[in-house]
């Protein structure tokens, strides 16, 4: 569980693009004076650390258009059978454009065999006004949650519902605030309310504050939630256009956990290759490899993952994976 919310709340479900969807970002990171969403408060760090994976991989993807990709992926895992399996994905970007780098709206989304299925929808009604809307059906249950973005001169605001039922009266709601004080400092709130029968009392109300401080060529972001006294900070660095380093530490004295972790990015342009990797205070030490196959229009993966807090019972994990297109 994430220490810096209580263990008995339980969020919407998350708003991050599976891998095998990725795609290029369509929509800046801020506006003008903007200071970004609360949701991307931490993502310059999360970005950097690897996301690995277990057993084989294999992603074909195919433009069929200028505005329109499907893929197909297929998993082998042993340790993760739930995991293996085939996906089909498709992804749509519209003609609505603000700028060349943001383009509306934003369909994408994935199937397996047995009918589990990931939506994701983003649409901008103007260059202030941005909509999310999410949903999935896994093993017949059926998740979903909206969420509205308004971003204004120097702040932006955010309302998420998060799979509201109005006959159970169970469901989350999440308001965030981020407020631009100087040119290189922002800061902000997160309200959320929580009502269902696992909660206990019936219903919660968190409240976090948070505070983005950018320098010339690094950022530090923190939120803290008072009634958890719990903390969350990261802190991302760009040494040079090759690489890039990471830190981040979430503590609670309310469980008395504490998780630092740190990580870095390194490109490797002549060798068209990028490698990423991390370490935490849990001795688990995590890399991904990623080469392109010039000329051929593939890209190798090697991924590893390896714990030693008990030397005796280290536990190893890898993954070989091939994306063509």
Same mark, same amino acid.
């Given at each position: 569980a994430n220490p810096s919310q209580p263990s008995s709340l339980t969020p919407p479900?998350?708003?991050?693009?599976?891998?095998?969807?990725?795609?290029?970002?369509?929509?800046?990171?801020?506006?003008?004076?903007?200071?970004?969403?609360?949701?991307?408060?931490?993502?310059?760090?999360?970005?950097?650390?690897?996301?690995?994976?277990?057993?084989?991989?294999f992603?074909?993807?195919?433009?069929?258009?200028?505005?329109?990709?499907?893929?197909? $992926?297929?998993t082998?895992?042993?340790?993760?059978?739930?995991?293996?399996?085939?996906?089909?994905?498709? $992804?749509?970007?519209? $003609?609505?454009?603000?700028?060349?780098?943001?383009?509306?709206?934003?369909l994408m989304g994935d199937i397996d065999?047995?009918?589990?299925?990931?939506?994701?929808?983003?649409?901008?009604?103007?260059?202030?006004?941005? $909509?999310?809307?999410?949903?999935?059906?896994q093993e017949g249950k059926f998740m979903g949650q909206g969420s509205v973005d308004y971003l204004g001169d120097d702040f932006s605001t955010t309302l998420t519902l998060g799979n509201i039922d109005l006959l159970n009266k169970t469901g989350v709601i999440v308001g965030h605030y981020l407020q631009r004080v100087t040119s290189s400092v922002a800061l902000g709130a997160e309200l959320v309310y929580q009502r269902g029968p696992r909660v206990p009392g019936g219903e919660i109300t968190v409240l976090?504050?948070?505070?983005?401080?950018?320098?010339?060529?690094?950022?530090?972001?923190?939120?803290?939630?008072?009634?958890a006294v719990a903390a969350h900070c990261c802190y991302y660095h760009k040494v040079n256009e090759q690489l890039h380093i990471?830190?981040?530490?979430?503590?609670?004295?309310?469980?008395?956990?504490?998780?630092?972790?740190?990580?870095?990015?390194?490109e490797i342009?002549?060798?068209?290759?990028?490698?990423r990797g991390s370490i935490d205070t849990n001795w688990t030490v995590e890399a991904v490899l990623e080469k392109k196959l010039?000329?051929?229009?593939?890209?190798?993966?090697?991924?590893?993952?390896?714990?030693?807090?008990?030397?005796?019972?280290?536990q190893y994990r890898f993954g070989i994976g091939l994306v063509l297109g």
């Open positions: 479900p998350s708003t991050d693009v599976p891998p095998e969807l990725k795609i290029p970002n369509v929509f800046k990171e801020e506006v003008s004076n903007n200071p970004g969403t609360f949701e991307e408060l931490h993502r310059k760090c999360k970005e950097l650390f690897p996301q690995t994976f277990e057993g084989g991989r992603l074909v993807s195919k433009g069929l258009s200028s505005h329109f990709q499907v893929s197909h $992926t297929l082998m895992s042993q340790l993760s059978p739930q995991d293996s399996g085939y996906k089909f994905g498709a $992804t749509y970007i519209g $003609t609505k454009q603000y700028s060349p780098s943001e383009a509306y709206p934003v065999p047995s009918l589990n299925l990931n939506a994701h929808i983003i649409h901008a009604f103007s260059k202030k006004v941005r $909509t999310k809307l999410q949903s999935s059906v976090s504050l948070a505070s983005k401080i950018t320098g010339e060529n690094w950022l530090f972001t923190a939120n803290v939630c008072p009634s990471g830190a981040e530490l979430e503590s609670s004295l309310m469980t008395r956990e504490s998780v630092g972790k740190g990580c870095y990015q390194l342009p002549g060798g068209n290759a990028m490698f010039m000329p051929l229009p593939f890209t190798l993966q090697l991924s590893g993952t390896a714990n030693f807090a008990n030397i005796q019972k280290s």
